[in-house]
T-cell receptor, first 113, second 110 residues
Framework: EADIYQTPRYLVIGTGKKITLECSQT?????MYWYQQDPGMELHLIHY???????EKGDLSSESTVSRIRTEHFPLTLESARPSHTSQYLC????????????FGEGSWLTVV | GQQVMQIPQYQHVQEGEDFTTYCNSS?????IQWYKQRPGGHPVFLIQ?????EVKKQKRLTFQFGEAKKNSSLHITATQTTDVGTYFC??????????FGTGTRLTIIP
């Protein structure tokens, strides 16, 4: 199993609240990702980073933002949560030159009421 | 754009029957990977295929990469209840970013 950790695992929050989903990996991977996935559905890449101070938007537009101040840490923030943000958010990482083999965290299930 | 199409979207099989999922890309891939996601879980890496025509086996699972490196398949022989989940292929187009297929959700009828 990969050493990539997400907190919280489950979160129920009211509309308009600000939330931060934490993600940390201890493998020293340069590349980190955030995917959004509704139950049983496709994986949508919303953010990725190839290293410290590098962040890019993914294929699916998202109102969330990310930061990469340290190699091991890649938090995702929603400034004002809405019910449409209800989903599972999966953090992942990979090592440059590994053929992009991706290791996923266990996910954060977000419910906005 | 660079897309990876995966079929079928759903597959229901009797326990003991075989199962196959297919991935297709319109452009050549540098490699293709397969992941399994159990219900309620997160995707877990299964295997990577790199060479044209490559075939790899993991117990009852057989993975193939097409000669043109544009398609791939995962075949499970004699399915078991532990095989339940969603299987994703993920294509690498050589641009350091994986593109996931839409996934095939496998359910097993005991």
């Amino acid at each position: 199993e990969a050493d990539i950790y997400q907190t919280p695992r489950y979160l129920v929050i009211g509309t308009g609240k600000k939330i931060t989903l934490e993600c940390s990996q201890t493998m020293g991977h340069d590349k980190m990702y955030w995917y959004q996935q509704d139950p049983g559905m496709e994986l949508h890449l919303i953010h990725y980073s190839y290293g410290v101070n590098s962040t890019e938007k993914g294929d699916l537009s998202s109102e969330s933002t990310v930061s990469r101040i340290r190699t091991e840490h890649f938090p995702l923030t929603l400034e004002s949560a809405r019910p449409s943000h209800t989903s599972q958010y999966l953090c992942a990482s990979s090592k440059i030159g590994s053929g992009n083999t991706i290791y996923f965290g266990e996910g954060s299930w977000l419910t906005v009421v | 754009g660079q897309q990876v199409m995966q079929i079928p979207q759903y597959q229901h099989v009797q326990e003991g029957e075989d199962f196959t999922t297919y991935c297709n890309s319109s452009t050549t891939l540098s490699n293709i990977q397969w992941y399994k996601q159990r219900p309620g879980g997160h995707p877990v890496f299964l295997i990577q295929l790199v060479k044209s025509g490559e075939v790899k086996k993991q117990k009852r699972l057989t993975f193939q990469f097409g000669e043109a490196k544009k398609n791939s398949s995962l075949h499970i022989t004699a399915t078991q209840t532990t095989d339940v989940g969603t299987y994703f292929c993920a294509g690498n187009f050589g641009n350091e970013k994986l593109t996931f297929g839409t996934g095939t959700r496998l359910t097993i009828i005991p």
